[in-house]
């Protein structure tokens, strides 16, 4: 579902400002550091909630700001609005306050494509589950509950690791654990297995050879998840009480991509080119799993993605987003593609055709 409008007031450096969309491609340019990526942000901050640059709320709040506040509409008429105030966070949907993120999450589908992408491959595993969880969240309202709940039994059996306790206490915490996981795997390894099967798809298209996306969990899947899980968890837990932490559990789970007729790991020996096409393609997955749960069509927020491509894979990507929906796409030259274009400069935005 395409934005068709947004309203902005204290975010970041952007002056106040009520922008409106065209309902396929839109260009933002001007010089760097003038506000392009910050603009994208805001469109992300009001589809999810948060920044995708893993920002808090205060970082957002402009300087010398009282008050953030971030306001909008689908195509459809739909209305989503977060306000914050530097101590408190009121987000509204359809002028109806919420009390849980996560009933907001996800009335406007979003995907990005950023340069830092290409840390989706080589950076840490958090990176490649946080992005997986957040793919699975779009389309789920309860994953996030489910996360949150597996999470705060998690950081309890940390605890109980590091300060120590009987057998009843490491039994118990260890049960908590199956009990909040087993419904996290459940959830999350059916859509894994679709998104990456599409991802393997997207690269080979992209850079004209196969790579291998796949799932490494630290639990094997069978026919009795919640028994495999609490063996493994009896099994490692001296080794876990030396370390202080839970070795098992889908807090440890990681994707995987090999490439090559040697099977290599493409974190480690893929080229930046390689990594960055294999980020593009977990994210064009990502929009595959969104159309595919019955949403619209999802609105891609693209910063300076095919300044480092070559031209030709630039111009397939871009083809690829259009083609699945709405584009708003930064870049510091400007385009000379068809579509409506805003001047972004100092802050200020203004559209231009």
């Known amino acids: 579902m395409a934005i068709s409008r947004i309203s902005l007031r204290g975010f970041r450096n952007l002056k106040p400002a009520e922008i409106r969309f065209a309902p396929d491609s839109n260009y933002l340019f001007g010089p760097n550091g003038a506000g392009k990526t910050n603009l994208l942000e805001a469109v992300h901050y009001l589809a999810i909630g948060r920044s995708f640059r893993r920002a808090g709320d205060r970082e957002m709040l402009g300087f010398g700001a009282e008050?953030?506040?971030?306001?909008?509409?689908?195509?459809?008429?739909?209305?989503?609005?977060?306000?914050?105030?530097?101590?408190?966070?009121?987000?509204?949907?359809?002028?109806?306050?919420?009390?849980?993120?996560?009933?907001?999450?996800?009335?406007?589908?979003?995907?990005?494509?950023?340069?830092?992408?290409?840390?989706?491959?080589?950076?840490?595993?958090?990176?490649?589950?946080?992005?997986?969880?957040?793919?699975?969240?779009?389309?789920?309202?309860e994953y996030i509950g489910l996360l949150s709940a597996y999470?705060?039994?998690?950081?309890?059996?940390?605890?109980?690791?590091?300060?120590?306790?009987?057998?009843?206490?490491?039994?118990?915490?260890?049960?908590?654990?199956?009990?909040?996981?087993?419904?996290?795997?459940?959830?999350?390894?059916?859509?894994?297995?679709?998104?990456?099967?599409?991802?393997?798809?997207?690269?080979?298209?992209?850079?004209?050879?196969?790579?291998?996306?796949?799932?490494?969990?630290?639990?094997?899947?069978?026919?009795?998840?919640?028994?495999?899980?609490?063996?493994?968890?009896?099994?490692?837990?001296?080794?876990?009480?030396?370390?202080?932490?839970?070795?098992v559990g889908p807090h440890r789970d990681d994707l995987r991509i090999r490439f090559g007729d040697d099977d290599r790991d493409m974190r480690r020996f893929g080229s930046v080119g390689e990594q960055r096409l294999a980020a593009v393609a977990l994210r064009l997955a990502e929009a595959d799993l969104l159309l595919g749960s019955g949403r619209q069509r999802p609105v891609f927020l693209l910063d300076e993605i095919g300044s480092e491509l070559d031209p030709a894979r630039s111009a397939r990507v871009l083809d690829l987003v259009r083609s699945k929906g709405q584009v708003l796409y930064a870049a510091a030259r400007r385009f000379d593609n068809e579509g409506k274009e805003f001047r972004v400069e100092a802050g200020q935005v203004e559209a231009v055709s």
């Open 151 to 247: 999470r705060r039994a998690l950081t309890q059996r940390n605890r109980l690791l590091v300060r120590g306790g009987d057998e009843e206490s490491h039994a118990a915490w260890e049960e908590e654990l199956v009990r909040t996981g087993v419904p996290v795997l459940e959830r999350r390894r059916p859509v894994t297995e679709v998104l990456l099967a599409s991802a393997t798809g997207y690269f080979a298209e992209l850079r004209g050879e196969k790579a291998a996306f796949s799932y490494r969990a630290s639990l094997e899947s069978g026919d009795d998840t919640a028994a495999g899980f609490r063996q493994r968890l009896a099994e490692t837990r001296k080794r876990s009480v030396e370390l202080g932490r839970t070795l």
């Open 67 to 141: 008050l953030l506040q971030v306001a909008g509409s689908d195509e459809a008429g739909k209305d989503g609005e977060i306000r914050f105030d530097g101590r408190e966070k009121r987000v509204l949907l359809d002028r109806t306050r919420l009390e849980r993120l996560s009933d907001y999450l996800g009335w406007l589908p979003v995907v990005v494509l950023l340069l830092d992408d290409v840390e989706l491959v080589r950076g840490a595993p958090s990176m490649r589950r946080g992005f997986l969880d957040m793919a699975i969240a779009k389309t789920d309202r």
